[in-house]
Structures are given as structure tokens and as C-alpha cells.
């Protein structure tokens, strides 16, 4: 018999899988071409130039030993190069002990908490945030503590400080930010530093930062690693690199961590512990090799322009995202946002309710899907205002 804590995970379901199959129903209805699914955040841009070649090398040349077991945080010379570059990005000595190589955000994330929590432990998180943190987290039999953000979707420090209690082991931070989009500038970082080291124990914060590359308007990210001091990223190759089938990122703990010693192990043992053992080893020789590639992020920054203009135009609202692959447009006054999607999936419109961030009042809507999708979904976009009464602002 199945444990009774995931017969009741079974139950629950995934809102954002529902909406796939919904859209997969709605594609064999009425063709491909007229359902708008922008439910699934499935990046969709090929890798640059650098992986196949990559690849291609290392299939060419192969070195004895190349797909053997290795250290469970990975291949040093990997390691050596991730550091070095977040050593130039921080202004920080990094050496190559800081980094463990793992199977995506995910397991990274796992690893980092397994590294940090007794049972009952709390992680705050901010809302609206990735729905996976509150299963990892219990994962590790800890207890999610969700602290909205503001209007603008930035931390809000004194509500954050007013959630911390004995048992407060770390906060998730995500910048750019599934699913707002928005980027934490240098002050919020360096307010939060401040007001968690003030407290009277040790409080880490994980930066989760799998979209620090898909950003827009030429904006730049700040480094966590300048503004806070107990600090364990996790990095993925998931949408930088359009690599999410092949599960690769990395976690870093800073070397300001006061735990950094102790961490830097507890990691490496979790990542063995939990299952992965370590990561594709391929796979780090890839990304070694394409440490300061991307993919054509003018695409996606095309894409968001398209979609937002529609949202707006259509007489709807929602703050432009600066980063990551998604609007989380605002769901219009008085309507649920369970609502608001049935009346939009009347039109084949398919987006996420907020419920499933934790931040009701909003919809999600990924603009990793193709021109084509885009340009059409404005039609459904003028319909589903029409059918609310809303004012256009421009022409369809
Ligand atoms: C905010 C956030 N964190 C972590 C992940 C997991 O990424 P990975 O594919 O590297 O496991 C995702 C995936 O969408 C995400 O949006």
C-alpha cells in the first residue's frame, strides 16, 4: 500500500497539468490552431550553437573513464569554472568547493534543503512563488511559511521579519520571479541582508535563480552574492541553455556563509543521499564549455511584447515582466480567478488561476509558445473583454 502522504499529493493533482490536458482535449476538438494554451512554461527555444558542438566534441573524442561514477558534487575543472565566473560576477573569492553539480533546480533545491532542515523547520517563501517549493520543503519535513509580496510583487521586509520565529531556518528567494516576472533590485536585497542578520540565529537565504539569464528591456540582475551574506544559490541550465530534459544546474554557497564549511559538505552528501549521486556527467562537460552562452533571449523579450500588448490593448491589466517566461496578468474585479479562466477557456484561452502561486487576483500565462499562438490568442483576448464589458484601449 502506498504511504498515506502521497495518496493524499495524488489527490491533490496539478492545476498547470490539468490545464495541459484540458488544452490537449481542446487541440483534438477544434485543431491546434485555434486553442491558446498558455498554460505550460516549457521553454522552447533550441540551445545555442555551443552545446551541440560541444557535444559533438566530446562524442568525437572520448577520454577513458568519461561515463564513470565521479565525486558526488561533480567534475572539478566544472566546478572550477562555475566559481570562477561568479567569482568575477560577486567581486568574491569563490573557489570550486563552493559548488555542488545537480540534476536541475529541483534536486538542487532538495539538496540545499535536506542540508538545512529538522523536522517542523520553517522556510518562509514569498507569494506569488514556484508551487513545487512547498513540496520540497515537506519534503525535508519542514513547514512553509508564505509571506505575500507587495503590489509591485517585491519583498516586503517587515512582513518578512514579522514571520520569523525560533524555528525559521531559511527564505526562498526567486528573481527574475516565476511567475511576476519582476527582478529584486540591489536595495531590497541589501534590506533583506540586513533585517535577517539582525536576528539572533543564523537565517539562509536561497536564492532560486533558473530565469537570471531571460531578461528583457536590457536590464541586468543583481548578484544576490554582492547583497547577502548567508547565502546558497541554485542555478539550472533548464531555461538558460533550453536544457530541462537533461537535468543540470548547481547550487553555490557563498563564502560569507557562516556555515559554509559545514553546508558545503551537507550538501554534497545530500545530493548522494537523495538519489541523484551526481550530476550527468556529459552534461557538466556541456555546460563547462558553454559557461557564457544563452539562448536568443531578443526571442522570448519578442514574444512577451506580443503577449503583453494583447493583454493591455484588450483593456486588461498587468505589470510587464522583467525577466523569466510569464505575465501574471491581474484577474478583472469580481470575478474568482476560477472564474475568469472558465469565461477565458470558453475562447480557448487556457492560462493558470493565481491559487496555484498562492497569490489569488491573478492569472499566469507563459509566453514560451509560438508567434503564431500569440498573434492568435488576440482575437480570445478581445472576446473574453467584450463578454466582461471592459474598454478596449486599442483597436483589435
Ligand atoms: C522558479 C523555479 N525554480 C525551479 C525550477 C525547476 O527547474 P529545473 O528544471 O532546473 O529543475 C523551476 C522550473 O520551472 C522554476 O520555475
Not at 495524488?10 to 494554451?37: C, H, P, Q, T, W
Not at 561568479?86 to 545537480?102: F, K, Q
Not at 531571460?214 to 544576490?224: E, M, N, S
Not at 477557456?345 to 503564431?372: D, I, M, Y
Amino acid at each position: 500500500m502506498i504511504s498515506q502522504n502521497i495518496k493524499s499529493k495524488l489527490a491533490g493533482g496539478s492545476a498547470i497539468r490539468k490545464m495541459f490536458e484540458e488544452g490537449n482535449r481542446l487541440k483534438a476538438l477544434y485543431g491546434a490552431e485555434n486553442v491558446f494554451d498558455f498554460s505550460i512554461g516549457n521553454p522552447d527555444l533550441e540551445p545555442p550553437r555551443e552545446v551541440s558542438e560541444a557535444l559533438r566534441e566530446l562524442a568525437d573524442n572520448p577520454t577513458p573513464g568519461m561515463h564513470g561514477y565521479m565525486s558526488n558534487s561533480g567534475y572539478e575543472s566544472t566546478r572550477a569554472a562555475i566559481a570562477a565566473k561568479r567569482s568575477a560576477e560577486s567581486g568574491l573569492e569563490i573557489n570550486a568547493g563552493a559548488v555542488c553539480m545537480t540534476v536541475g533546480a529541483a534536486s538542487g533545491l532538495n539538496d540545499i534543503l535536506h542540508s538545512l532542515l529538522d523536522t517542523d523547520d520553517e522556510v518562509i517563501v514569498l507569494a506569488p512563488f514556484f508551487m513545487e517549493y512547498s513540496n520540497y520543503i515537506a519534503n525535508h519535513n519542514g513547514k512553509t511559511i508564505i509571506v505575500d509580496t507587495g503590489d509591485d510583487f517585491m519583498p516586503d521586509i517587515d512582513a518578512i521579519s514579522k514571520a520569523i520565529t525560533p524555528k525559521t531556518k531559511a527564505i526562498i528567494i526567486n528573481s527574475p520571479n516565476n511567475p511576476s516576472g519582476v527582478i529584486y533590485g540591489e536595495e531590497v536585497l541589501s534590506s533583506l541582508n540586513t533585517m535577517l542578520k539582525n536576528q539572533d540565529h543564523v537565517i539562509h537565504v536561497i536564492s532560486d535563480e533558473p530565469y537570471i539569464d531571460l531578461v528583457y528591456d536590457g536590464l541586468t540582475v543583481p548578484a544576490a552574492l554582492k547583497y547577502i551574506d548567508n547565502l546558497i544559490i541554485c542555478f539550472s541550465w533548464s531555461k538558460s541553455l533550453s536544457l530541462p530534459g537533461e537535468r543540470i544546474g548547481y547550487t553555490l554557497v557563498s563564502p560569507k556563509n557562516e556555515d559554509y564549511e559545514d553546508l558545503t559538505a551537507a550538501i554534497v552528501l545530500s545530493n548522494r543521499i537523495l538519489g541523484s549521486v551526481n550530476a550527468p556527467a556529459i552534461w557538466q562537460k556541456v555546460v563547462e564549455r558553454s559557461l557564457n552562452a544563452k539562448v536568443d533571449v531578443a526571442n522570448y523579450e519578442y514574444r512577451r511584447n506580443l503577449l503583453y500588448d494583447n493583454i493591455i490593448d484588450a483593456g486588461f491589466d498587468a505589470i510587464k515582466p522583467s525577466g523569466a517566461l510569464y505575465i501574471f496578468m491581474k484577474t478583472p474585479e469580481g470575478l474568482t480567478d476560477a472564474e475568469f479562466s472558465a469565461i477565458c477557456a470558453k475562447q480557448n484561452l487556457l492560462l493558470v488561476p493565481g491559487a496555484s502561486f498562492s497569490r489569488p487576483g491573478f492569472c499566469r500565462l507563459a509566453f514560451c509558445v509560438s508567434e503564431q499562438t500569440i498573434r492568435g490568442s488576440r482575437r480570445a483576448f478581445y472576446a473574453v473583454a467584450e463578454e466582461l464589458g471592459l474598454t478596449a484601449r486599442k483597436e483589435q
